[in-house]
């Protein structure tokens, strides 16, 4: 992960209800002087200081990550480098701000009982889960379009 995770570019050309609204295939399309035709890859590469590990979980942690081009340029339009940016700025004028957390979370529900030969294996593989609700559609087009 140290050189960043692979994400293809169209999550960065999408409208809030999910549909790529950049022709990916014309001649053309840039951001930041990077061309995004054929939906070229991006990356997410990890910020080792936002490594925060869970208690809850103690082989789990969270961990944020920059939007970068393959070049390894940071992609002007992601929303750290804005608040980055613009923390910055304010800086620059004396000024300081203190924001608050949004947690947001998903609730699963089990989907299968665990008796299966896959559960029998040690460490067992783990049980089929299913969303509760749409979760990350709730402030989209697609649920109050």
């Given at each position: 992960?140290?050189?960043?995770?692979?994400?293809?570019?169209?999550?960065?050309?999408?409208?809030?209800?999910?549909?790529?609204?950049?022709?990916?295939?014309?001649?053309?399309?840039?951001?930041?002087?990077?061309?995004?035709?054929?939906a070229?890859?991006?990356l997410?590469?990890?910020d080792?200081?936002?490594?925060?590990?869970?208690p809850?979980?103690?082989?789990?942690a969270?961990i944020?990550?920059?939007l970068?081009?393959?070049?390894?340029q940071?992609?002007?339009?992601s929303?750290?480098?804005l608040?980055?940016?613009?923390?910055?700025?304010?800086?620059?004028?004396?000024?300081?701000?203190?924001m608050?957390?949004?947690?947001?979370?998903?609730?699963?529900?089990v989907?299968?009982?665990?008796?299966?030969?896959?559960?029998?294996?040690f460490?067992?593989?783990?049980?089929?889960?299913?969303n509760?609700?749409?979760?990350?559609?709730?402030?989209?087009?697609?649920?109050?379009?």
């Open positions: 992960l140290a050189s960043g995770l692979s994400v293809p570019s169209t999550l960065i050309l999408k409208d809030t209800a999910h549909r790529t609204v950049f022709d990916v295939w014309k001649d053309g399309l840039t951001l930041d002087g990077v061309s995004l035709a054929g070229g890859d991006l997410l590469v990890p080792a200081s936002s490594f925060t590990p869970l809850w979980s103690p082989h789990s969270v944020l990550c920059d970068a081009y393959r070049s390894g940071r992609v002007s339009v929303p750290r480098g608040l980055r940016r613009a923390m910055e700025q304010l800086a620059a004028t004396g000024h300081d701000a203190v608050g957390l949004e947690v947001e979370f998903q609730v699963f529900s989907s299968e009982d665990g008796l299966g030969h896959a559960q029998a294996t460490p067992p593989a783990p049980l089929a889960t299913r509760t609700t749409q979760g990350w559609t709730f402030l989209t087009k697609t649920r109050y379009g």
